[in-house]
């Protein structure tokens, strides 16, 4: 789809259109603590890790996390409603294929991982 044009970011994803690809199986993640670097970029934040500190699997394909940073209000919405905070973790294939697993925050009680860090 991204590469018919169609479906590019920014999105509304709305439950209507939501299709289960059951061939690409779970997303397999291997997430470790690492080093990195904070860096602001004058429109947002981001962390870049150190090569081969974490990944995840999709189909049988690794992707290295790369870096991860922050929009504020999200960029995507879910059927028109928009968040106040979204999380995209940036990963890498090694023929150069993207992976982008994005995380949404509403505002609420702490986030349980967050209080973590």
């Given at each position: 789809m991204c590469g018919k044009g169609e479906m590019q970011s920014p999105i509304d994803l709305m439950h209507k259109r939501v299709r289960i690809v059951s061939h690409l199986g779970r997303l397999t993640r291997n997430y470790k603590p690492s080093n990195a670097t904070l860096r602001n970029r004058g429109h947002d934040m981001m962390v870049r890790f150190e090569e081969g500190s974490s990944s995840i699997k999709i189909?049988?394909?690794?992707?290295?996390?790369?870096?991860?940073?922050?929009?504020?209000?999200?960029?995507?919405?879910?059927?028109?409603?928009?968040?106040?905070?979204?999380?995209h973790m940036?990963?890498?294939?090694?023929?150069?294929?993207?992976?982008?697993?994005?995380?949404?925050?509403?505002?609420?009680?702490?986030?349980s991982f967050l209080n973590l860090v």
């Open positions: 189909n049988n394909v690794e992707y290295q996390l790369h870096q991860l940073h922050w929009h504020s209000p999200s960029e995507h919405t879910i059927n028109g409603r928009r968040f106040a905070l979204e999380l940036v990963h890498e294939s090694l023929n150069g294929s993207l992976a982008v697993v994005t995380v949404l925050y509403k505002i609420g009680r702490p986030d």
